[in-house]
């Protein structure tokens, strides 16, 4: 039996035209000045197990760490939905019972006539999901409305095994590590305060990514994804 650890990548493939096409578009993208009538977001999803407590939990004193009994209850699950403008610095969290297209529609159109409402468009990073699409609008809106935010939208998908180009994954890995890991909560308004409470705060205290890798760089680090051309 090999005991050996094994490292998980999202490993990308070799020789993909649509990968690299898809590539370029969001590194071009995060090589654009800041325009605040026209900002660049990423977007990215995780589910979340909701574990309800079988036991109150015993603070912790001077001479005991906290004390949660072994056993807990399983409360179904959630889904965050995670939101970032990397030039400025913003992210958000929010959580949901579930994650259809009609949830993805809702959440985006909460942004567009909230944050976003005085912006004539903007850029939207995520995954290419079947629940990424134009259509989810029409689902979830009256035509009308759903037009008017489809035309606001100018939409940048990452490519198949290319999530490390979405910041908005590494908020939510950020976002796991701080303020989920380790803890059991039980139902989704909890969740939901809770994550809103590290937005803020990491809203508050750190600055906007700067993205390094341009297209250059792909085309120099990155030989192995680009198709050979034939002569």
């Not at 590539?23 to 660049?40: S, T």
């Not at 468009?121 to 079947?130: A, V």
């Amino acid at each position: 039996m090999n005991n050996r650890k094994i490292q998980y990548w999202v490993i990308p493939p070799k020789h993909d035209a649509e990968f690299v096409a898809n590539m370029e578009d969001v590194i071009e993208v995060y090589e654009r000045p800041y325009n605040p009538n026209h900002p660049f977001l990423c977007m990215d999803e995780q589910p979340v197990q909701l574990i309800k407590e079988t036991r109150l939990p015993i603070p912790a004193t001077i001479n005991h760490a906290k004390r949660v009994d072994y056993e807990y209850e399983r409360n179904g699950t959630a889904s965050i939905f995670m939101f970032t403008e990397p030039l400025s610095g913003w992210r958000e969290a929010t959580a949901r019972p579930r994650r259809t297209k009609t949830d993805w529609a809702i959440e985006v159109a909460r942004l567009l006539e909230g944050r976003y409402a005085e912006c004539e468009k903007i850029t939207l990073g995520c995954d290419n999901l079947n629940t990424h699409t134009k259509g989810a609008f029409y689902e979830a809106f009256p035509p009308e409305r759903a037009r008017a935010l489809v035309r606001r939208i100018e939409f940048c998908y990452t490519p198949k095994h290319g999530s490390w180009l979405n910041i908005a994954e590494n908020e939510l890995s950020s976002m796991t590590r701080q303020c989920l890991a380790n803890r059991r909560i039980g139902d989704i308004e909890t969740l939901q305060k809770e994550i809103a409470a590290w937005s803020s705060d990491v809203n508050n205290t750190q600055r906007g990514v700067e993205w390094q890798m341009k297209i250059s760089d792909a085309r120099c680090k990155l030989k192995s994804v680009y198709p050979k051309i034939k002569s």
